[in-house]
Structure formats: C-alpha cells, structure tokens
C-alpha cells in the first residue's frame, strides 16, 4: 500500500474523476467568476488566489459536456502543475482517496468520448469507476483555441 | 476569508523597519562625516548635532518597537553621547567623531544581522567606550548657552565626500616587523595625493583597520604591492561626488543645504486621485458644453487650457515620484565590504547610471532582489585571489551595476567578471535536486533552471547568499512587477543579470467603465479625455465606425464588440479617447463609472494572454476586474470581432 497514490475525487456530470494529490492546491466554493472575452470557450473567466490571477476552466466545455449553472455543490479545485497555477470547475469535489498503482487500469476509449484524451486511466473504487486525469494534458493552449479565432473561417 | 496572517504582518513592519533603519544610518553616516570633516577639534554644527541627535534618538525609539534589543541599546549609547555635546558636557572631538562612525557602522551590522537572520555582534566594546566618555568629567567652559552659537564658517563641502579612492590598512605584526605601520603607510599615501579623510575602525575586540580617504590623479597600478603591505585600495563611487557638488551649488549660507523633503508615497497617491477625479469633472463640463447651442466666447479654450494644466499635473505628480536609482545602488559598495569582511575575496564595486530615475515603489521592491543578485555574485561568481590569478584575471574582482532608461523601461545590470556559471554543473545538481530539466540548457534554460523554487547551489544555504531566498524569489519579483530577467554567462569570464522593469508602476490610477453588466478598468495615463457625442454622429466609412472630434475625425472602437454584447442603442454614446505615440482612438463604453486607483496584477497564464488586456485588479470585494491595455486599439492590433457576419 506504500505504493499507492492520492488522489482528490470529484463529480463531472454523474462521472467520477480523480487528479493528484500533489497537484492540488486547494479547493474552494464557487462564488464568483469574472469572465475574459476572447478567451478560449472552456476558460470561463479568472478569479484570485493568493493575489495572483488565475484562469478557471469549465471542466465539462473542456470536456464537451453540456454546460450547467453552477450550484451550491460546485467546487474551484486550484492546480498547481509545474508553477502554472489554474483552477479547475467542477460539479462537486468529493473525497480524498488512496489509489494503488495495481488497480489503475488503461482506458477504454469508447467508453469516454472527449474526456478520454486526457484520461490516463480508469480505477475502481468501491465497485464504481474512477477516471484518473492527466492534468498537464489539460491545460494544453493548442487545444483552446480562442472563439474569435475559431469563427474566423466562417466569416 | 483574508490572506493576512501576523507573520506576514510582521514582516510587512519589519520592512518598513528596515527601510526606516537605512535611511536613519544614512542620516548618521552623513552628518557625521560632515562633523569630522571639518576639522580635528572642529566644533560640530549646532544644527548637524541636533539632526544626528535626533536620528539617533528615532533609531532607539524604532529598534525598540521592532524588539531589536541590541541596536535599541547601541542607539541610545549614541543619543547620550550626542546630547552630552550638544549640552557643552563633552567636548567635540575627532576621536569622538570616530566612536560614534563605529557605532553607526556596528548599528548597521545588527540590523542587517537581523533582517538575514544572522549571528548579532556585540556591542559591549563600543557601550563602555560610551560610558567612558560620559564618565570623564568636560572641561569648564564659559556659559555660552546665553548667546546663540556662532555663525561658524560652514565646513568645507563635505571633503571627504571628494575622495576618489579608500585605502585600508590592516596592521599586522609581521608588517611591523618591516616597519610598515600607520604612519608609514599614511606617509607614502600622502605621496599618492591629499589624504582627506583618516579614521581607525574597530572591527571587534582587537582588531582595528585604518581608513584613508584621498584624492589620487591615478589610482595606483600595483595594487598587488600595496597588498603585500596590508594596504587594499578601493575606488570610491562618484555618486558621492556628485551629491557633493550639488550641496555645494547650493545656499552657502542655508544651515540645510538640502532643499529634499521626505513625502509619503500616500501622499502623492492622494494628489493623484484627486487629479483623477478634476479630469472626470472637466470631462462633465465637457459634457455640458454639447448643451449649449453657443457658448460664450473663451469658455471652450478655458476649458481646454484646464485640460492641458491637468495633464501637465499628471506628469508632474508622476515625476515627483521619480528618485535616482543609486538611492539604491548606494548600499552595494556597503553591503560587498561587509562581505568582504568575512572572506578572501577581493571585489570592487562599480556604478554606472547612478543617476537614472527609477518610481519610489520600485526602489523599496528591488532592494531585496537586487541583493540577492550581488550576493550571489559574491558568493557563487567571484573567485578567491588565488583562482583568479591562476586565471589570469586581476586578484580584484569587479562588480558593476548599470542603469540605464530605454524608452518606458529601466534595464538594471549586475555583471560579475568571475567564473561564469557552469552549466554542466547546474544540470547535474538540478538533476540530484530531482528537477526537470529544460530541453536546451542555453541562457534561458539555465536562467530558468536556477529560477526554480527547488534550485539551490550550495548543500547549505552560506551565510553570503543568504537563506530561503533564491533566484526565485529574484525571478517572481521581477515578473510580478511586469519586468523581464535575462541572463549571460560565459565560462571562466563572467556573468551578467539583466532586469528590465516598466517605468511605471503597478499602482496606477484608472478609469471604471461599465459594458452590460461588466466592469473594467482603463489605465487613466492612457485616456486623453472622455467625450460625449450624440449616436447619431458616428459614421462607417470602409467598414470603421468614425465620429467627428476636434477638427478631425476619430476611428472608434466598441467596449462591447469586445465583450460580444449587441450594441447599445443609447442616445449619446460615452466615449474615451485613447491616445498612444501611434495615434488616438475612441473606445466607446456604456458608462463610466469611477476613477480609482488599482493595483495591476499581471496576467501570466498562457490561456490569459489576450491582446488588449493586461491585467487585473480588484476593487476591495475581491472578485477580479480586468484592465484593458487600450494601446493596440489606436494601431487596429485588436480587430474587434464583428457581431454579425452582415455589418
């Protein structure tokens, strides 16, 4: 079990996903955020912690999932990934939990559609299925090409 | 849920502590190297001996709120020396003069002793010194307390002020022993040219050195052979010089030559806001001026006289808040002597570009990094005499530290021409130190890599490059204030750090618009003024909303395009107009809001990099304001996207 890593839990549209513990920050309640124009679709705006400013990311736009109002259970989850500090929204943050390496299984990907490219497994835990992410794969910019820049074709 | 917590707090008043400190030391220093200056028995200005009085008695008062025991002791030995003058009980003398230099050297070392959580001195030494001298009765002098002190002739401008060179003799037994002692070594000094300034140090019990401040017509070429007699030279910087030359232009007659005062920041932080809101009061009367079908002849020039008058203030306010940056270059000859102290290393200090003017809260936010750089120098840089010989370099090592302004920049350098940084070395210790290693270790890799929290180059934090404070910190200074770091090093020659930082400052004074149910923030240098105009002036011409200002016309942009908001449908139409070296431009907001003065906080993160914001801010409810950078507006570098694809 020395082994065994820990991870925070939390709730994306019925699912459960996991990051790394020693990339979380802290968490938080969602109370306010200040929206960027231009921005790419998933930032929804920045909010402020520890006097530096800090994008948020709509986890479920990141992931394609239909975008929800935020509610009292929706949580900020902060990462700190190399230096880079960003803050993740997502639908609840549940628990802490120690994952064993030998239960972490590869991901199948037709079970998790856009998500599963930043999936970098699946775990099982008490029966249920936990997709553990891969947060450098998250924070990529390539990916989140700012609106503007994507209607340009069309225009 | 607030950040502060009372180690932060603490820390905060120990700053300004510090900061308190390095001015009263400067204070002292000064005053009492005009005391001695004038002359062996001299008796000191009346008004000098109340000034240093009086800092020394701040000092006291200061150190004891800080619960610094040991300066609040040394200071107060100090006052009672100063008052037993000033009070005709203790006669004036050079030998004095020089206790007290020794204490204010010895207070210096405390509180930096303190502030880098160092090992305190003693002080025992200097306090019986003190005592004895308080002890010894003053010879009787006539009562002159009933007739006000003389006119005495000003002491010549600070002499020592016009040394250009400090030689430092160490007596040694064994240079006795050639009969190489005080007076021969002040003998062949006076050769070299006047010897302006002499005073012993003492260093700790037992230990003395003597100083001799000359001015010399060549500093000599055999530094090696003064060694040899225990004798090491220093050049001293012309800032002195200069500060010198200035109190001599001045009144010679003014008991205070200086004709500085000491403002609080605050202070011109108020006349700022207040200059803020007359601009948003002319912008009223402008305003109103649309209303009137005919306004009486002038009124319109009066009014754009005001507007010129404010904008002049704005500069002026800005300027005031401009010091030369050797305010802080001044402390680094200090700081490397104190170095030098404990260590074989030889270092003279150069500055250039003393003079270039820096914003006062910069100066207080660079102290520290630029230390730590000079530290580093010193400790990781700079090689021991022997190294560099063998090198074929100077035994002395030079450090220099440049100013220079470049357009709305300050680029600040501190080379070393000591053995470079290895960067074979660094990734091999990054590599133990289990940090990840950067693709290509060029300069920017290696400037990275030792920028890295985690980074340290020496298995115990040495007492030269201090503890807890590494490039890091250096490194998140600069950025924080919007500057840049850059680094050159080559192997065995030397290594240069570069710091660029914007000329003004994170603290600015901004306007409040409102855009739908958003709020932003508009950096006030950049708005020329706040216009309003009917909605039904604005034209399209080749697919660019104009609208007629002054004799021309203006290109505009809107706030909301920006925000992807449907136009407003507003009668008159708020506008700022922008102005950049490249042109001007209206940005069109649904309102303005309030001027306020906002703390930028920089937008670092990559999915934040959007081309006409620069930043946030937050107005006391904590949620993030963001600040418009409304400069590319005026060269069209923002192409606001257009709402609908048929406009």
């Known amino acids: 079990m020395n082994s065994s890593e820990t991870y925070i839990v939390f709730e994306l549209a019925g699912a459960a996903y996991a990051v790394r513990s020693t990339h979380v920050q802290h968490i938080e309640m969602l109370e306010h955020v200040t929206p960027v124009p231009q921005a790419a679709a998933s930032v929804d705006g920045v909010v402020f912690s520890r006097g530096q400013v800090i994008p948020a990311i709509n986890l479920r736009v990141r992931f394609g999932l239909p975008r929800e109002q935020p509610t009292l259970r929706t949580r900020l989850?902060?990462?700190?990934?190399?230096?880079?500090?960003?803050?993740l929204i997502v639908d609840a943050a549940r628990e802490f939990q120690r994952i064993p390496p030998e239960s972490v299984r590869p991901v199948q990907e037709t079970l998790v559609g856009l998500a599963g490219n930043y999936?970098?497994?699946?775990?099982?835990?008490?029966?249920?299925?936990?997709?553990?992410?891969?947060?450098?794969?998250?924070?990529?910019?390539?990916?989140?090409t700012p609106p503007a820049l994507a209607a340009a074709p069309q225009a | 849920m607030s950040t502060e917590n009372p180690s932060e707090r603490r820390r905060e008043l120990l700053d300004d502590f510090y900061a308190e400190c390095d001015e009263l030391l400067t204070a002292l220093r000064e005053g009492l190297s005009a005391w001695h200056s004038a002359g062996d028995n001299a008796l000191p200005d009346r008004a000098v001996l109340d000034e240093l009085f009086r800092h020394a008695h701040t000092l006291k008062g200061n150190s004891a709120i800080a619960g610094l025991r040991l300066s609040e002791e040394l200071a107060h030995g100090m006052e009672d020396v100063f008052r037993a003058i000033s009070k005709?009980?203790?006669?004036?003398?050079?030998?004095?003069?020089?206790?007290?230099?020794?204490?204010?050297?010895?207070?210096?070392h405390i509180i930096g002793?303190?502030?880098?959580?160092?090992?305190?001195?003693?002080?025992?030494?200097?306090?019986?010194?003190?005592?004895?001298?308080?002890?010894?009765?003053?010879?009787?002098?006539?009562?002159?307390?009933?007739?006000?002190?003389?006119?005495?002739?000003m002491p010549p401008p600070n002499a020592a002020t016009e040394a250009n060179a400090l030689a430092t003799f160490v007596p040694a037994r064994e240079l006795d022993a050639r009969g190489v002692n005080v007076g021969s070594i002040r003998k062949r000094l006076g050769e070299l040219g006047p010897i302006l300034q002499a005073s012993p140090r003492i260093l700790g019990p037992g230990s003395i050195t003597f100083e001799f401040r000359l001015k010399v017509a060549v500093f000599p070429s055999d530094p090696g052979a003064w060694a040899d007699d225990g004798v090491t030279w220093e050049r001293i910087v012309p800032d002195r010089g200069e500060m010198a030359d200035e109190a001599a232009t001045s009144d010679p007659l003014s008991l205070t030559p200086s004709h500085l005062i000491r403002v609080d920041l605050a202070r011109l932080d108020e006349l700022m806001r207040i200059t803020g809101e007359l601009v948003i009061h002319r912008s009223r009367l402008e305003e109103l001026f649309t209303q009137i079908s005919a306004p009486p002849a002038g009124l319109r020039e009066a009014s754009i006289a005001l507007h010129r008058s404010l904008r002049e203030m704005r500069g002026a306010i800005t300027r005031a808040r401009l010091v030369p940056i050797s305010e802080?270059?001044?402390?680094?000859?200090?700081?490397?002597?104190?170095?030098?102290?404990?260590s074989a290393k030889k270092v003279r200090v150069v500055i250039e570009g003393g003079q270039t003017e820096i914003d006062k809260f910069l100066v207080e936010r660079l102290k520290e990094p630029l230390l730590h750089l000079v530290r580093n120098a010193f400790a990781h840089g700079i090689e021991v005499p022997a190294t560099r010989i063998a090198a074929g370099k100077p035994e002395e090592a030079t450090l220099r530290l440049h100013a220079e302004s470049d357009g709305d920049s300050v680029v600040i350098r501190v080379s070393d021409d000591g053995a470079g940084i290895d960067a074979d070395a660094v990734a091999t210790r990054a590599a133990r130190q289990n940090l990840k290693l950067p693709p290509v270790l060029d300069a920017r890799g290696l400037l990275d890599l030792i920028c890295e929290p985690g980074f340290s180059t020496r298995d115990e934090a040495d007492l030269a490059s201090g503890r807890g404070v590494g490039m890091a910190v250096v490194a998140e200074s600069v950025r924080h204030h919007g500057g840049t770091l850059a680094l050159e090093t080559t192997l065995g020659h030397g290594t240069t750090f570069t710091l660029r930082l914007p000329l003004s400052i994170s603290i600015t004074d901004a306007?409040?618009?409102?855009?739908?149910?958003e709020r932003c923030a508009v950096p006030m240098g950049t708005v020329a003024e706040i216009i309003q105009t009917p909605s039904g002036s604005l034209r399209t011409i080749n697919r660019e909303e104009i609208v007629p200002y002054r004799d021309g016309l203006l290109?505009?942009?809107?706030?909301?395009?920006?925000?992807?908001q449907p136009p407003a449908t507003d009668a008159t139409s708020t506008i700022l107009v922008i102005t950049s070296d490249r042109g001007s431009a209206g940005l069109i907001v649904d309102r303005v809001i309030a001027q306020r003065e906002i703390v930028m906080r920089p937008?670092?993160?990559?999915?934040?990099?959007?081309?006409?914001?620069?930043?946030?801010?937050?107005?006391?409810?904590?949620?993030?304001l963001l600040i418009l950078d409304p400069a590319p507006l005026t060269d069209g570098a923002v192409r606001p996207v257009p709402v609908s694809a048929s406009t």
């Open chain 2, 113 to 153: 002793a303190h502030r880098h959580h160092r090992a305190l001195p003693e002080i025992q030494d200097l306090l019986a010194t003190y005592r004895g001298l308080l002890g010894v009765p003053s010879p009787a002098k006539p009562s002159s307390a009933s007739t006000p002190t003389p006119p005495a002739p």
């Open chain 2, 88 to 108: 005709n009980q203790l006669e004036a003398t050079t030998a004095i003069a020089e206790t007290l230099e020794a204490g204010t050297q010895r207070l210096e």
């Open chain 1, 77 to 87: 989850i902060f990462l700190n990934v190399e230096g880079r500090v960003v803050a």
């Open chain 2, 603 to 624: 937008l670092t993160d990559p999915l934040l990099r959007i081309p006409g914001l620069s930043g946030a801010t937050e107005l006391g409810d904590g949620r993030p």
């Open chain 2, 328 to 342: 802080l270059f001044t402390r680094i000859p200090y700081v490397v002597r104190d170095l030098m102290r404990d």
């Open chain 2, 511 to 517: 306007i409040i618009v409102g855009v739908g149910s």
């Open chain 2, 555 to 564: 290109p505009v942009r809107r706030l909301r395009t920006l925000f992807q």
């Open chain 1, 119 to 144: 999936v970098e497994g699946v775990a099982t835990l008490a029966g249920r299925n936990v997709l553990l992410i891969d947060v450098a794969r998250i924070l990529t910019v390539e990916e989140m």
